[in-house]
T-cell receptor
């Protein structure tokens, strides 16, 4: 099992460009999450999907959109990137039956110039 | 705002010593979890303690939870160089969404 995979690993964008971060999990988990991590800030939840077909805003959703493509895949889209979105993005998944333990991908480092 | 806050922000210890870090939170929780993050990697789940538990052990890790003080502590005994990492507490309030603190960076000196 690969667990949670993310692509790309690293990306440089210019202000105003768009891109989609991909995430997939092979653990048959119901819930998936997108976080951003900035120095000294810990992880902040952007969006989450408690189950296939549902998505909800987290703590910092502005400037992002998500798609729960199927049970395995959850993508994060930046429609018009801004320098403030320079960050490390983590995808995670958890099993609905568990009390919230999350499994994380390796992260995507995004630099917006 | 973040639910959990770790203290201290950074900790430097000698190999073989114990490391203790604390987490305080604001609202009632279902459970509290601790995660480790090695430099440049994703987070790895370490241990979960439920709101009705007071202490839990896993190998060299010992976690305590005091719901009356809304605080938890993580103790790593007999530290090793491989324990050098950032440690995060996360609170489960809803059953499917976690709120993370800013983390404690632990450096274990050889």
């Amino acid at each position: 099992n690969a667990g949670v995979t993310q692509t790309p690993k690293f990306q440089v964008l210019k202000t105003g460009q768009s891109m989609t971060l991909q995430c997939a999990q092979d653990m048959n988990h119901n819930s998936m999450y997108w976080y951003r991590q900035d120095p000294g800030m810990g992880l902040r939840l952007i969006y989450y999907s408690a189950s296939e077909g549902t998505t909800d805003k987290g703590e910092v959703p502005n400037g992002y959109n998500v798609s729960r493509l199927n049970k395995r895949e959850f993508s994060l889209r930046l429609e018009s990137a801004a320098p403030s979105q320079t960050s490390v993005y983590f995808c995670a998944s958890s099993d609905k039956g568990s009390p919230g333990t999350q499994y994380f991908g390796p992260g995507t480092r995004l630099l917006v110039l | 705002s973040q639910q959990g806050e770790e203290d201290p922000q950074a900790l430097s210890i000698q190999e073989g010593e114990n490391a203790t870090m604390n987490c305080s939170y604001k609202t009632s929780i279902n459970n509290l979890q601790w995660y480790r993050q090695n430099s440049g990697r994703g987070l790895v789940h370490l241990i979960l303690i439920r709101s009705n538990e007071r202490e839990k052990h896993s190998g060299r890790l010992r976690v305590t939870l005091d719901t009356s003080k809304k605080s938890s502590s993580l103790l790593i005994t007999a530290s090793r160089a491989a324990d050098t990492a950032s440690y995060f507490c996360a609170t489960d309030v809803t059953g499917y969404k976690l709120s993370f603190g800013a983390g404690t960076t632990v450096t274990v000196r050889a």
